[in-house]
Nanobody, 114 residues
Framework: QVQLVDSGGGLVQPGGSLRLSCVAS????????MGWYRRAPGKQRELVATLTTGGSTNYADSVKGRFTISRDNAKNTVYLQMNSLKPEDTAVYYC????????WGQGTQVTVSS
């Protein structure tokens, strides 16, 4: 089983940047496909980015070229660097860890507004 703790959200102006972090504990971090999802107000949770153990990445079209997912296996941490943020990026962002089942962090709020 994996426990995930998300952090790094906040209020940022359009065009700004944030870096989200997610620390995992309780299992072998390097075995898991890690990801970030988000849920905007009134919408379903959607994929933002995933990163496999082999280093393959997948991004939602809406964030390609602006967001970067990375992981540090030595620190059991996955990151989401978010640049050129837009108001439509406003959402609660959730870290995920997937092997046979998927585990979720508690979520961190990102608000993009002037």
């Amino acid at each position: 089983q994996v426990q995930l703790v998300d952090s790094g959200g906040g209020l940022v102006q359009p065009g700004g940047s944030l870096r989200l972090s997610c620390v995992a504990s309780g299992s072998i971090f390097s075995m898991y496909t890690m990801g970030w999802y988000r849920r905007a107000p009134g919408k379903q949770r959607e994929l933002v980015a995933t990163l496999t153990t082999g280093g393959s990445t997948n991004y939602a079209d809406s964030v390609k070229g602006r967001f970067t997912i990375s992981r540090d296996n030595a620190k059991n941490t996955v990151y989401l660097q978010m640049n050129s943020l837009k108001p439509e990026d406003t959402a609660v962002y959730y870290c995920s860890a997937q092997l046979n089942v998927i585990y979720w962090g508690q979520g961190t709020q990102v608000t993009v507004s002037s």
